[in-house]
């Protein structure tokens, strides 16, 4: 006889429970979603989203490494909070490694010594036509202060600052320390030039050029003029294209430039 005590259907319905909580949890054993063998996992509730099943199991609150299935048979493994503190949180482990240092330019240091010794050097000077009488006087005071010292003066035979340059090396009186570099041949020179060269003791044409453009060819001689010295003196204006090309052009050779806008 079946008797309908309230006892008995109240363990009748806990077993109806607990049935159909070891059902779930089996599925979710199966999906990956529960790897632990725990009978009543805790289950947080989120505003937004699904909610997260906790693991109350002591073997899965310590700090070791968990290894999370993806779903697609891909393990995943996360780091613990010491890992994560020390080599970051990235998807891959990173290590603290020291840069790696860049080889050191031995020619470049060679020529930075070179240059800042007291020892005489090649100087290149290089400037605009368009230039003031007082900045004349200056570059002409600078050139004979640079003679004096034993420093080799190139220039060209333009007026304005190469004209300031060879009249302060002539008066150093020490002709063997200029060096004049003409783009063209003498002939192509203005008459004043000319006659300024004639008391330089070094000039060297270069005729090849003289079917050249001005442009063209002052551009071929300032090169060889870098080539020929461990620093250059350029005085220019913002918009001396030719000048600044050339001094551009002089520190990618690692040339120590000086460089004074006059504007």
């Known amino acids: 006889m079946y008797c309908s005590h309230p006892l008995n259907s109240l363990q009748s319905g806990s077993n109806a429970m607990l049935s159909r909580r070891s059902l779930c949890l089996q599925t979710m054993k199966r999906r990956g979603l529960v ?11 989120q505003s937004s989203g699904p909610s997260k099943i906790l693991c109350c199991c ?12 993806t779903g697609s048979g891909d393990k995943v493994r996360l780091p613990t909070q010491g890992e994560s503190v ?15 240092k860049p080889p050191a330019d031995i020619d470049y240091l ?5 240059v800042q010794q007291s020892g005489p050097k090649d100087i290149g000077f290089f400037g605009t036509r368009n ?5 004349q006087n200056l570059i002409e005071v600078l050139s004979y202060a640079m003679v004096l010292t034993n420093n080799r003066i190139y220039t060209s035979g333009a007026t304005g600052t190469n004209a300031a340059v060879i009249r302060g090396a002539l008066r150093a ?27 330089v003791q070094h000039v060297i044409e270069m005729p090849h050029n003289d079917h ?33 090309e050339t001094c551009n052009e002089a520190k990618e050779t690692r040339k120590f430039v000086t460089l004074f806008y006059l504007d």
Do not use: W, Y
Not at 35 to 45: D, G, H, L, M, Q
Not at 131 to 135: A, E, I, N, V
């Open 35 to 45: 790897s632990c063998n725990v009978t009543r996992p805790r289950i947080r509730k």
């Open 58 to 69: 002591s073997a899965h609150q310590t700090n070791s490494p968990q290894a999370f299935d």
């Open 86 to 100: 020390v080599r970051g949180s990235g998807g891959q482990e990173t290590m603290l490694q020291e840069l790696p």
């Open 110 to 114: 060679a020529e930075l010594i070179a």
């Open 131 to 135: 230039m003031g009488f007082l900045h």
């Open 173 to 199: 009186e020490k002709p063997d320390l200029l060096t004049v570099v003409l783009p063209q041949s003498l002939s192509k020179q203005p008459p004043e030039s000319q006659e300024l060269l004639s008391q």
């Open 212 to 244: 050249l453009s001005l442009a063209q060819s002052s551009r071929l001689c300032n090169r060889d003029i870098v080539a020929r010295v461990q620093q250059v003196i350029c005085f220019a204006f913002h918009d001396s294209n030719l000048l600044l």
